[in-house]
C-alpha cells in the first residue's frame, strides 16, 4: 500500500487530504496539514495517441511500448494507441499488435485499453497528413476489425460508402464513433449522429475543427454539426498551434462537460525539434510544430501535461481542466473503472506542483520511472 499527501481533485474543488492505495483507491481522507504545493488528480486517459519518444502504433509492440512510457511520464495513465491510414494489412497487423501489447501490459508505461482505429474509413479529400490508402468500410473489413476485439475507438468519415452501417456494426459492438477527416455537409453528419444516438451508441468528434472545414452562418459545416449534436464528446488538440483560443472556447460553451482533450501525438513528442517520419512521410518540427514536407500540420508533438497547462492558462479552472483529460474521456469510452479519485477506482495519479509540472505518476498503484 502507497500513502500520498497533498491537495485532492475530488468533485469541484482541490482539498488536503492523504489517498491510500494498492491497484485501487482505497481511502481517501481530510488532511488539514498536507502539503499545499502538491497536487493530486486522476491520470490522463488520452483517446487519441500516434506516438512519443520515437515509436508509433504502426511499428509494432516495440513501438507501442516507447510512446506509452513516454506518455505515462507525462501524467497518461490510459491511452489508445492510434492507427493512420495505410494498406489495410499494414492496418490489421498495427492494431494485432495492441493487443498483443495489451495482454503483457507495459511495464513502466500507461494502461491500453484498446486502439482507436483513425484510418482508412476516412474522405480521400479530407487526409490532413494521412497517406492516400483510405478504403471504404465494407462489411468484410469491419468484420475483420471486430474478430479482433480490439478496438475501442474509430473514426469515420459518414458521406463515404456504407459508413452509416459500418458505424452501427461497431458502434453496438461497444466502438465509439467519432466523425472525422470528412467533407460531410451539416445534415449528413447530423442524420448520421441522429441514427447512431438513436441506439445509445457512443459518438465523438474527431480532434474538432482539424481536417473537417469550417463554419459559416449559412452553412455550418461539420464542426457546427458537432457542436450543436447534445451528446457527442468533441476532441481538442490544445497545443495552442490546431486550435484558436476562440475555437476552444466555442466548444467548451457549446458542448458543457463534454470537451476532451487529446495530444494526437506523432513518433517525435518528446524528443525536441528536428527531423521525424509519419505513416512514411517526412517530417519537420521546428519550434514544437509537426509539419509535412508540403507545409500540412502532421499530428502534434503535445504531451497531455501541457495540454492542462495550455486549459488552464486559457482561463479554465483546475478541477474543470482535469475532467477534461480524465473524467470525460472515460465517460467517452464507458470506463467505469478511472476516471476519478474514488475509493474503489483504479489508482491512477498524477502528483503535480503548483505550477502544473508532473512529479510523480502511479498506473494501476505502480509508481511510473521518472527518469
Request: proline share 7%; hydrophobic share 45%; no cysteine.
Amino acid at each position: 500500500m502507497t500513502t500520498l499527501r497533498g491537495q485532492l481533485l475530488t468533485g469541484d474543488a482541490l482539498t488536503p487530504g492523504e489517498v491510500r492505495f494498492g491497484p485501487t483507491l482505497t481511502r481517501l481522507t481530510h488532511a488539514p496539514d498536507a502539503p499545499a504545493d502538491l497536487l493530486i488528480l486522476p491520470g490522463f486517459i488520452d483517446t487519441h495517441v500516434h506516438g512519443g519518444g520515437g515509436g508509433d502504433t504502426m511499428d509494432g509492440p516495440e513501438g507501442i511500448r516507447t510512446l506509452a512510457r513516454l506518455h505515462a511520464r507525462h501524467g497518461t495513465t490510459t491511452l489508445l494507441p492510434t492507427t493512420i491510414t495505410n494498406p489495410w494489412e499494414n492496418v490489421m497487423a498495427a492494431l494485432s499488435a495492441v493487443k498483443d501489447v495489451m495482454a503483457g501490459g507495459v511495464p513502466g508505461g500507461a494502461d491500453i485499453v484498446g486502439a482507436h482505429l483513425e484510418g482508412p474509413f476516412i474522405s480521400p479529400g479530407r487526409l490532413g497528413a494521412q497517406p492516400p490508402n483510405t478504403a471504404l468500410p465494407i462489411p468484410d473489413l469491419v468484420a475483420q476489425v471486430l474478430a479482433l476485439n480490439v478496438v475501442r475507438a474509430v473514426t469515420i468519415a459518414p458521406e463515404i460508402e456504407g459508413a452509416l452501417d459500418a458505424a452501427l456494426t461497431l458502434g453496438r459492438a461497444g466502438v465509439r464513433v467519432g466523425v472525422g477527416h470528412t467533407r460531410a455537409d451539416a445534415p449528413t453528419v447530423t442524420a448520421f449522429l441522429n441514427a447512431l444516438h438513436a441506439e445509445g451508441i457512443r459518438t465523438a468528434a474527431t480532434h474538432l475543427f482539424n481536417a473537417m472545414g469550417g463554419i459559416e452562418g449559412r452553412d455550418p459545416g461539420v464542426p457546427g454539426a458537432l457542436l450543436a449534436d447534445p451528446h457527442t464528446y468533441p476532441e481538442v488538440i490544445l497545443d495552442t498551434i490546431h486550435v484558436h483560443p476562440t475555437g476552444f472556447r466555442l466548444a467548451r460553451a457549446a458542448t458543457p462537460g463534454r470537451v476532451m482533450l487529446i495530444t494526437d501525438a506523432m513518433r517525435a513528442a518528446g524528443l525536441g525539434d528536428g527531423e521525424s517520419e509519419l505513416g512514411g512521410q517526412r517530417v519537420i518540427v521546428k519550434n514544437g510544430e509537426a509539419r509535412l514536407e508540403g507545409g500540412a500540420l502532421a499530428g502534434s508533438v503535445l504531451t497531455m501535461d501541457a495540454a492542462l497547462r495550455h486549459a488552464v492558462q486559457a482561463g479554465v479552472p483546475l478541477p474543470e481542466a482535469s475532467r477534461m483529460l480524465s473524467d470525460t474521456p472515460a465517460r467517452s469510452l464507458n470506463l467505469t473503472d478511472r476516471g476519478r479519485l474514488e475509493v474503489g477506482l483504479r489508482a491512477d495519479l498524477v502528483v503535480l506542483d503548483r505550477d502544473l509540472t508532473v512529479k510523480a505518476v502511479y498506473v494501476g498503484g505502480q509508481e511510473i520511472p521518472r527518469d
